[in-house]
């Protein structure tokens, strides 16, 4: 291979690094907030084009003697971090207008996103936990950035629960590297279907260790204590930032190591690590939907919720390991869609912040007659989030449930049914939100408008939920595709 | 008098490294989740990361068990790799616990408690 090649599959990360380094230089020269903000646009932009042309090439192998690999899967989940990267970038200009250090932001936002893209590439161990780190760290300083009282102690706690997760999974690791000889995920998968019953629990010790720390990524209970604190306390792009592109990347690397690196779902320990996610996503559901019930500021809640949306998701992961073959296009399927949905609700949570001054639910009291786009948008998102038609996260959830129950195992039916009976509880947060917008009356005559890139973000992820609702099958088809990949 | 074992019996096995490792890494997750000040919180993960270093070191030592029977320096060259992110974060770490210190003049996580429920 030569030199252009390794640069060209490496491409879409590296982009993005260097990106980073240059609008911290024109932040030097130029020393202008516009041109700093547009410059990092463009980047990512670019990174998204080596991307689409890596699709289109059809592009897949390894690279860096087998440490990193390009398929559809990496292609695909790069796609979805870069998308929600750009709109996080672009809904964030106003607040970057008030930021001190907003091009070390912006540089630090690149980083983070550039390696999740290396991330999801990742074919080994070693480059796994290097690229998990570097984005972890980028966030711990984006979370803290703000330098309030309560974005310093989000970015503190983020750091503390996120250093004690990544000596977890490093442990896991070790004990992997230990019993199976080797750090690359092929030759991993080769020793596990070779079968050694013998290293049953062994690994199962390995691989319990790397799902808490995969799970701490993906905030899914019992490791989602940091979540709630965070989504609320760091600043709202971060937040937004972290609850559809980290998720989607810890989600991804998961899928990786379990599906490629414990050798799918036809393998001795493949129910074992089933069951764990299914534990972990029954959990997660009941957690975060209780949790979400009681409260009354609009971001902790979207934190409560995305910790019960993990569960659904991690649903789709219990049913890969089942030997379902719509279990990892299903998960693919619904990141897809959680980052039009999430990142709207958040985006909008965001305008009505800067404009209204509050993340009080109870201030959301007409806020279709003030302000009837952020309104519109934020409820499609929450009907969207709730499941309900012609909204793309009811297909997500149909797809996932029914991935699940073509496996064709009692347990996995139970799951479901836990997961049809949470969503029942979902919809009362979700619906009193909504009903709160439409049907009660604003306390003063205050009407607003967001910012003109804000207003995009929002009107592109409302035409996304509901695009993706009533016409699944090209997103459907690219996931299917994605998820072929993997084994 | 029971005799004295001979040299290779008292000799140091893979299965030694491993349960100092271990022990170092549970000490490390107590004093991360009882410690209630943020640094030594940090101490007790320098400890779980150095455990994890053991392990490595121990299994890269004692690869001739390994059946895949990769090339013996993988495992040293991860603890590097660990060593060098483990400063890394703890760079950032100390950064975030001054400036909480500034702002709240404590580092409690009991008494730093804005975000709760």
């Not at chain 1, 209970?221 to 940091?226: D, E, G, I, K, T």
Request: glycine letters at 10%.
């Amino acid at each position: 291979m030569t030199l252009a090649e390794h640069i060209h599959y490496m491409g879409p990360a590296l982009t993005l690094f260097v990106g980073a380094a240059l609008v911290l230089l024109a932040d030097l020269v130029l020393g202008r907030r516009a041109a700093t903000w547009g410059m990092a646009l463009v980047v990512v932009a670019g990174g998204l084009a080596w991307n689409a042309a890596q699709a289109l090439a059809g592009t897949s192998g390894e690279a860096l003697s087998g440490s990193i690999v390009v398929d559809r899967f990496s292609i695909f989940v790069t796609f979805i971090i870069f998308v929600s990267a750009f709109a996080v970038i672009a809904a964030a200009r106003e607040w970057l207008s008030r930021l001190d250090g907003d091009a070390e932001f912006l540089a630090l936002l690149l980083i983070s996103a550039g390696s999740m893209a290396l991330l999801v590439q990742s074919n080994d161990l070693i480059t796994l936990f290097v690229a998990l780190e570097t984005t972890s760290i980028a966030q711990f300083i984006m979370a803290g950035i703000a330098k309030t009282d309560k974005s310093a102690e989000a970015g503190l706690k983020y750091l503390l629960t996120g250093a004690v997760a990544a000596a977890v999974l490093l442990y896991g690791f070790a004990f992997l590297f230990g019993i199976s000889g080797t750090v690359s995920l092929p030759g991993i998968a080769e020793f596990v279907r070779s079968g050694p019953e013998s290293q049953r629990l062994p690994l199962i010790l390995a691989f319990v260790f790397i799902a808490a720390g995969f799970g701490y990524k993906m905030a899914i209970a019992p490791f989602h204590a940091w979540a709630p604190d965070v989504y609320e306390g760091s600043p709202a792009p971060v937040a937004s930032f972290l609850s559809v592109a980290s998720k989607a990347a810890g989600f991804a690397v998961a899928l990786r190591v379990f599906y490629t690196g414990l050798g799918g779902g036809d393998t001795f320990i493949a129910q074992d690590w089933a069951m764990l996610f299914g534990a972990l996503a029954a959990l997660s559901m009941v957690f975060g939907n209780t949790g979400a019930l009681l409260q009354t500021n609009a971001r902790r809640l979207l934190g409560y919720s995305s910790i019960a949306q993990a569960g659904n998701i991690a649903v789709g992961l219990a049913a890969v390991a089942a030997g379902s073959t719509m279990g990892p296009s299903g998960v693919l399927f619904f990141l897809g869609t959680y980052v039009a949905t999430n990142l709207g609700a958040f985006v909008a949570v965001t305008a009505v912040a800067e404009r209204l001054g509050t993340e009080e639910i109870e201030d959301y009291a007409g806020l279709m007659k003030r302000s009837p786009l952020t309104g519109g948008v934020l409820s499609i998102c929450l009907l969207s989030l709730t499941g309900i038609p012609p909204t793309a996260g009811f297909i997500a959830k149909v797809y996932i449930f029914n991935g699940a129950i073509a496996a064709d195992q009692m347990w996995l039916v139970g799951l479901v049914a836990l997961a049809v009976v949470n969503t029942a509880i979902s919809a009362f947060y979700y619906l009193r939100w909504v009903r709160t917008m439409w049907l009660d009356d604003p306390k003063d005559a205050v009407t607003f408008r967001p910012a003109g890139p804000t207003q995009a973000v929002l009107f592109v992820a409302a035409v996304g939920v509901l695009f993706f609702g009533m016409a699944p099958t090209w997103l459907i088809t690219a996931a299917q595709r994605a998820a072929e990949t993997l084994l | 008098m029971p005799p004295i074992p001979a040299i290779d019996e008292l000799s140091v096995t893979l299965a030694h490294y491993l349960i100092v490792s271990g022990v170092i890494f549970g000490i490390g997750v107590v004093i991360a989740l009882a410690k209630r000040n943020a640094v030594a919180v940090l101490m007790g993960v320098e400890l779980m990361l150095n455990a994890v270093n053991l392990t490595l070191l121990a299994f890269s030592r004692f690869s001739s068990a390994f059946p895949a029977g990769e090339e013996p320096l993988t495992g040293h060259a991860f603890v590097v790799f660990v060593l060098t992110v483990a400063a890394a974060e703890a760079a950032i770490a100390l950064a975030l616990a001054v400036l909480v210190y500034r702002r709240r003049e404590t580092v409690d996580l009991d008494r730093v408690n804005l975000l709760r429920w």
